[in-house]
C-alpha cells in the first residue's frame, strides 16, 4: 500500500531554519504530483508548497522566498527546506501525493502523510 513518511519536524527559534524529508512507497514517485500541506491548531489544512512530476512548482504566499520545495525521484523523496521560520509557521506539516494535481487544495490530494510537527518558538 501507498505510504508516505515525513520526518524532520521540531523545535525551532525565530529565524531558524528546518529540513523537512517525505519518504514515499507504494506508488509509482516519479508520476505523482506531491505537495506540503500544514495544518495549525484551530485551522484548516493549507497547502504550502507543492512540486509536480515535472518539476513546477507552487509556492503559497507565505513560504515564498524563506521555503524550497525539491523531490529526488530516484530516492522516491521530497523534501523541504525552510528559512526564516516565523511563530506563525508552527503547524504539523503533511506530505501529500496527487495523481494529478494542480488545485493544490487537500481535497484533491490522493495520499497523505502522518505528519511531522514544527513549532516556532519566539
Known amino acids: 500500500q501507498v505510504q508516505l513518511v515525513e520526518s524532520g519536524g521540531g523545535l525551532v527559534q525565530t529565524g531558524g531554519s528546518l529540513a523537512l524529508s517525505c519518504t514515499a512507497s507504494g506508488l509509482t514517485f516519479s508520476i505523482y504530483d506531491m505537495g506540503w500541506f500544514r495544518q495549525a491548531p484551530g485551522k484548516e489544512r493549507e497547502v504550502v508548497t507543492a512540486i509536480t512530476w515535472s518539476r513546477n512548482t507552487y509556492y503559497a504566499d507565505s513560504a515564498k522566498g524563506r521555503f524550497t520545495i525539491s523531490r529526488d525521484n530516484a530516492k522516491n523523496m521530497m523534501y523541504l527546506q525552510m528559512n526564516g521560520l516565523k511563530p506563525e509557521d508552527t503547524a504539523v506539516y503533511y506530505c501529500?501525493?496527487?495523481?494529478?494535481?494542480?488545485?493544490?487544495?487537500?481535497?484533491?490530494?490522493?495520499?497523505w502523510g502522518k505528519g511531522t510537527l514544527v513549532t516556532v518558538s519566539s
Open positions: 501529500a501525493a496527487a495523481r494529478r494535481g494542480g488545485s493544490w487544495s487537500p481535497g484533491g490530494m490522493d495520499y
